[in-house]
């Protein structure tokens, strides 16, 4: 028996003009509090929606998978660490279980089939495209200021995940990890250095709160594969990923503070203000921009870059305060002047550290800003 599972689904062909579309998820800026709505833990053999999906009633199979769609986009993210690739991998996983609806045979609960296909579409994207990456892991952090570098195009980038609607808790008594901070960046970004299967045991397992025994039915393999796999992927994230998470830190800080230094990070940009930003910063702090490939470490580096780069170089910037990855973030804008219209520039994923910033990722581009629901120009 191999020590760790290996699966593929069959192949996916053109959807079928019936199969129901699926759309990313609502995205508007939340607050930590945000709920989902709950799905029902299963639909019934004889349930009027499953016996009108079997015979090809899109309606009802979109009636059925709705409830579970927040969810299962969310499982695709923490597998691939894109938002992007979690959209086509929902997408794919949906058209697999409509054509499959008919061999579902309600000896398990809908949820669980529904994410043992979403798991193995996953699977088989981490197979085609590899690992998402951050600026720290491809080298060293920079000893000098880079200016107008220009993005690295050949690597594949770890993404930032709209927040809105994903719970506060964990998914179930069983699951080690709260949904939102399964979405952290320093999460996600340690779960892409596992092997998929590993990370499909960890994610299943600590997150989602499935058993040993359900995992292994639902992957087709053996207990002893699954615990295998699950025993290595805890032992690589542990050496990853930080001990408080920043859900810990966000409640210990409380919404206003937290806003607050969110709040303080934008004016001093917009000010200009370098004195003001190192103030709110950690000795430690990091700063990155996928997708270029230079990063920076320590305050004096930091404050260096903030000086040369966002602090003169931008002509005007404007924010807009939100989450993303369960974390504050801002939503910066750039302008050719104060009273010019500013284009959205950058997502700003802030994490912290008891009272101030430790880490800083931008990530570049409108695309971001504008997926959270948020304007694409103020």
């Not at 053109?14 to 939340?30: E, F, G, L, N, T």
Request: glycine share 6%; hydrophobic share 45%; net charge negative.
């Amino acid at each position: 028996m191999s020590e760790e599972f290996s699966v593929s689904a069959p192949p996916v062909s053109a959807p079928p003009v019936s199969a129901p579309p699926v759309s990313a998820p609502s995205a508007q800026a939340s607050t930590p509090s945000a709920q989902a709505p709950t799905p029902s833990a299963s639909a019934p053999p004889g349930s009027a929606d499953l016996v009108a999906a079997r015979e090809g009633d899109d309606a009802a199979f979109a009636r059925l998978v709705s409830p579970l769609r927040r969810e299962l986009h969310a499982h695709c993210y923490r597998m691939l660490g894109s938002a992007h690739d979690a959209d086509d991998a929902l997408q794919e996983a949906l058209v697999r279980a409509w054509r499959g609806i008919g061999r579902f045979e309600g000896r398990s609960s809908l949820r669980s089939w529904l994410y043992t296909v979403a798991t193995r579409t996953c699977l088989d994207a981490v197979e085609r495209r590899g690992r998402r990456a951050m600026p720290v892991d491809l080298g060293p952090a920079s000893d000098h200021v880079v200016l107008d570098a220009a993005p690295l195009t050949e690597v594949s980038w770890l993404g930032p995940y709209a927040d809105a609607g994903l719970p506060v808790g964990p998914a179930g008594p069983a699951a080690r990890y709260e949904q939102r901070e399964a979405v952290e960046l320093a999460f996600v970004a340690a779960v892409q250095h596992l092997s998929g299967n590993q990370r499909a045991a960890l994610l299943l397992f600590d997150v989602l709160g499935f058993s040993a025994d359900e995992i292994a039915g639902m992957m087709d393999t053996s207990t002893t594969s699954v615990n295998s796999a699950l025993a290595r992927a805890r032992r690589q994230l542990a050496a990853k990923a930080p001990d408080v998470s920043q859900q810990q830190t966000l409640r210990t800080l409380g919404d206003s503070r937290v806003r607050s230094i969110a709040a303080s990070f934008a004016t001093a940009l917009e000010r200009g203000d370098a004195d003001a930003l190192v103030a709110l910063l950690t000795e430690d702090v990091t700063w990155s921009m996928p997708p270029l490939p230079h990063w920076y470490a320590g305050l004096d580096a930091v404050r260096d870059f903030a000086v040369a780069v966002p602090l003169t170089r931008c002509p005007s910037w404007r924010h807009r305060l939100t989450t993303a990855n369960g974390q504050p973030a801002v939503a910066c804008y750039v302008g050719a002047a104060p009273d010019a219209v500013h284009e959205a520039w950058s997502l700003t994923v802030l994490t912290l550290r008891q009272d101030a910033v430790s880490e800083i990722v931008s990530f570049l581009g409108p695309e971001h800003v504008v997926r959270l629901g948020l304007p694409g120009a103020v």
